[in-house]
T-cell receptor, first 117, second 110 residues
Framework: EAGVVQSPRYKIIEKKQPVAFWCNPI?????LYWYLQNLGQGPELLIR????????DSQLPKDRFSAERLKGVDSTLKIQPAELGDSAVYLC???????????????FGPGTRLTVL | QKEVEQNSGPLSVPEGAIASLNCTYS??????FFWYRQYSGKSPELIMS????GDKEDGRFTAQLNKASQYVSLLIRDSQPSDSATYLC??????????FGKGTKLSVKP
């Protein structure tokens, strides 16, 4: 079974440029998450989707970040414009359960390492 | 703000020893608890989940949960150099989202 797929794996951009990350979850997983991980820290949730609905985007900086999951499968996270402080690893995860499920085991993709110069 | 606390380490153990990793959490209504392993430059990998008080064993790994003390731990028996990684504790809080600790870096010396 294929895992969570993310692209690109690495991205280097200059500040004020736009950038987009793509994620394809594990087949059959309805819930998709975007996390941000800074060096030496645990992942922090940016946005959670159940099917195509964004059910928790409270931690997403909406002035520059946006996300979509149009058909309830793959998803795109965008930053426009990027700032120096956005340099981090952006992780996508998926789970079979909805957030209401007890188990809610989440599986991560390889991540995209973003460097903003 | 609900919190998950872990000792950042590094925790150094000799090969073959038992490594003990600890985690405390602040949200009393948390229901589900997870341990992830993260190798340097890689993404987190789920290794254990536990939902009830007591012990849960899977191969060389044992997760222990004590909800009264708000404490969860991970024991790694017969530690191997390949176990050297950062171990992240994650707790599913009352809002449903996973809250991660900062991780404990484990080093297993040959």
């Amino acid at each position: 079974e294929a895992g969570v797929v993310q692209s690109p794996r690495y991205k280097i951009i200059e500040k004020k440029q736009p950038v987009a990350f793509w994620c394809n979850p594990i087949s059959g997983h309805n819930t998709l998450y975007w996390y941000l991980q800074n060096l030496g820290q645990g992942p922090e949730l940016l946005i959670r989707y159940e099917n195509e609905e964004a059910v928790d985007d409270s931690q997403l900086p909406k002035d520059r970040f946006s996300a979509e999951r149009l058909k309830g499968v793959d998803s795109t996270l965008k930053i426009q414009p990027a700032e120096l402080g956005d340099s981090a690893v952006y992780l996508c995860a998926s789970s079979l359960d909805s957030i209401a499920g007890v188990y809610n085991e989440q599986f991560f993709g390889p991540g995209t390492r973003l460097t903003v110069l | 703000q609900k919190e998950v606390e872990q000792n950042s380490g590094p925790l150094s153990v000799p090969e073959g020893a038992i490594a003990s990793l600890n985690c405390t959490y602040s949200d009393r209504v948390s229901q589900s608890f997870f341990w992830y392993r993260q190798y340097s430059g890689k993404s987190p990998e789920l290794i254990m989940s536990i939902y009830s008080n007591g012990d849960k064993e899977d191969g060389r790994f044992t997760a222990q949960l004590n909800k009264a003390s708000q404490y969860v731990s991970l024991l790694i028996r017969d530690s191997q150099p390949s176990d050297s990684a950062t171990y992240l504790c994650a707790v599913r809080g009352s809002q449903g989202n996973l809250i991660f600790g900062k991780g404990t870096k484990l080093s297993v010396k040959p």
